[in-house]
Each structure stands twice: as structure tokens, then as C-alpha cells.
């Protein structure tokens, strides 16, 4: 069980991947910033989506 997720985005075009989670999520947005050249975002971990 997942209460807050924390994503670093690096401005990099990719091809297809695999998927972060295994199953999808309703987040809710907590924090934004930036660190050099990559985007840090943190989640909340609303639940599943329905």
C-alpha cells in the first residue's frame, strides 16, 4: 500500500515502457519543484481508480 508517491522527470523523450505501477491510482498533487535539470513532483495516494 502506497500513501505518497515522489517522481523525478528528466526531459528525455522515451518509446514505449512499462508502466510505474502495476495498476492505476487517483493522486492528488503535493509539491512540485525542480533540481537542476529534472522536475521532482510528490503524490498522494488517493486509491485505486475505479
Known amino acids: 500500500m502506497?500513501?505518497?508517491v515522489y517522481v523525478s522527470i528528466a526531459p528525455v523523450t522515451l518509446g514505449?515502457?512499462?508502466?510505474?505501477?502495476?495498476?492505476?491510482?487517483d493522486l492528488e498533487l503535493r509539491e512540485l519543484g525542480r533540481s537542476g535539470a529534472f522536475l521532482e513532483?510528490?503524490?498522494?495516494?488517493l486509491g485505486p481508480r475505479s
Open 2 to 4: 502506497l500513501d505518497e
Open 16 to 25: 514505449a515502457g512499462k508502466p510505474l505501477l502495476g495498476g492505476r491510482f
Open 41 to 45: 513532483a510528490r503524490y498522494d495516494v
